[in-house]
């Protein structure tokens, strides 16, 4: 039977984790460090999440749970809105999870995030299936609405492209600022930087109807 002293280490655990892992990461955090932290006997980790790695996901799932609840992809636009409303602001959430709130800890567990994406471990698959992948399915089916004609392929391609224009300022934070400095992004420009964004993938969805038309009228 869970107790509520249960309950309370185990979020005391997952808060001192949060901290230990944004500072060392997954290799360098200990537990002996971690229980410390949260009041906790050195057992604790392997009882409540069985052992430190499931602990790590735990703590990068919350993560993307808090950053969805903040800046939810569709931003309170209804699926009934056009898609171009859609697609702007499932951008505007991505650019907006970028900039962060100002909290280190946070900054760090975005790059914990981008990490894991360039080279996941063993359990982040979990992670992204909850996560991650109804975000992609979210874009996926507002670059339906807009090329409702195109075929899987097509669509992928297309969602491909939006998040790849979306990650560049996360992926390239150290290095926009030394090559272009005024397109770094802030707070100040975010909404700049998503107008533009939007405004070339849709010339380009456009562009892929136009081709579409062409081929129908060729057949």
């Known amino acids: 039977m869970t107790t ?3 309950i ?17 990461g997954l290799e360098d955090a200990t537990v002996r460090e971690i229980c410390e932290r949260a009041s906790a006997n050195v057992a604790a980790i392997s009882y409540h999440y069985g052992g430190k790695d499931l602990l790590y996901i735990s703590v990068l799932q919350h993560y993307l749970e808090q950053q969805r609840q903040r ?13 171009e409303m859609r697609l702007r602001a499932f951008v505007k959430s991505f650019l907006m999870q970028t900039v962060g709130d100002g909290d280190p800890v ?5 790059k914990l995030i981008l990490r894991e994406l360039m080279l996941p471990s063993f359990y982040f698959e979990e992670v992204f299936e909850r996560q991650c992948r109804p ?7 507002i670059l339906r609405q807009m090329l409702p004609e195109s075929d899987e392929v097509t669509i992928t391609r297309c969602a491909s492209s939006v998040i790849g224009q979306c990650v560049l300022f996360d992926f390239g934070r150290e290095a926009i600022p030394l090559l272009t400095p005024e397109l770094a992004l802030n707070a100040s420009n975010l909404d700049c930087v998503a107008d533009f964004i939007v405004q070339f993938s ?6 892929l109807k136009s081709e579409h038309k062409q081929c129908d009228n060729h057949e």
């Open 4 to 6: 509520q002293t249960d």
């Open 8 to 24: 309370d280490t185990k979020k005391r655990l997952l808060q001192a984790g949060t901290v230990v892992f944004a500072r060392r």
């Open 71 to 83: 800046n939810p992809p569709d931003l309170g636009v209804t699926q009934e809105s056009p898609p």
């Open 106 to 110: 946070n900054e760090y567990l975005g």
């Open 135 to 141: 975000v992609y399915e979210l874009l996926l089916t």
């Open 202 to 207: 849709t010339r380009g969805v456009l562009g």
